[in-house]
T-cell receptor
Framework: TQLLEQSPQFLSIQEGENLTVYCNSSSVFSSLQWYRQEPGEGPVLLVTVVTGGEVKKLKRLTFQFGDARKDSSLHITAAQPGDTGLYLCAETNAGGTSYGKLTFGQGTILTVHP | KAGVTQTPRYLIKTRGQQVTLSCSPISGHRSVSWYQQTPGQGLQFLFEYFSETQRNKGNFPGRFSGRQFSNSRSEMNVSTLELGDSALYLC?????????????FGEGSRLTVL
């Protein structure tokens, strides 16, 4: 079973600071997704990365997929209070028998103070 | 379009009872997945249904079961409830349940077992 390790578990920063969240695995990812979950809501997909070395940007968020496809990072520039939430990485298991199944990391709880 | 709807949003049960949770997917989505979210274990995959057939199942005891109806609505049932079943149960829908497709999550049903 794929194990995803996220770090840090908790992050408390001031508005305007930058931060990076990491997601690592002992095995190669088939593809990786990042989700954000706000209190009282379900996770919402931010991005899917598939190719090793891939970089995707979503406004102030930058997602990188490691060359070896065993790690990924999420960098937020100039964090805002609206970025507060639980950030989750998830592997989308490849193969014909893995329908609808995502393996999630434990998540990073981000709090951005005004 | 309307999102994924889960009912009830909150419920309290006692040990030994059973519970049924309902999920209405986004119109046109044929795949429904269920996840359990707890502070200790994070998000864990329960099972996935597509066109009324269970295609994938996670590592949960047989007390956890589900089904999908012809209109793609899904229910999950937990029998003989234990304290450890207290969790947020999330339902997610997608068009095909494909491995790199986006899952759309509902807001969840928060179950408390006393």
């Amino acid at each position: 079973t794929q194990l995803l390790e996220q770090s840090p578990q908790f992050l408390s920063i001031q508005e305007g600071e930058n931060l990076t969240v990491y997601c690592n695995s002992s095995s190669v990812f088939s593809s990786l997704q990042w989700y954000r979950q706000e209190p009282g809501e379900g996770p919402v997909l931010l991005v899917t990365v598939v190719t090793g070395g891939e970089v995707k940007k979503l406004k102030r968020l930058t997602f990188q997929f490691g060359d070896a496809r065993k790690d990924s990072s999420l960098h937020i520039t100039a964090a805002q209070p609206g970025d507060t939430g639980l950030y989750l990485c998830a592997e989308t298991n490849a193969g014909g028998t893995s329908y609808g199944k995502l393996t999630f990391g434990q998540g990073t709880i981000l709090t951005v103070h005004p | 379009k309307a999102g994924v709807t889960q009912t009830p949003r909150y419920l309290i049960k006692t040990r030994g009872q059973q519970v049924t949770l309902s999920c209405s997917p986004i119109s046109g989505h044929r795949s429904v997945s269920w996840y359990q979210q707890t502070p200790g274990q994070g998000l864990q995959f329960l099972f996935e249904y597509f066109s009324e057939t269970q295609r994938n199942k996670g590592n949960f005891p047989g007390r956890f079961s589900g089904r999908q109806f012809s209109n793609s609505r899904s229910e999950m049932n937990v029998s003989t409830l234990e304290l450890g079943d207290s969790a947020l149960y999330l339902c997610a829908s997608s068009y095909r349940g494909g491995n790199t497709g986006e899952l759309f999550f509902g807001e969840g049903s928060r179950l408390t077992v006393l």
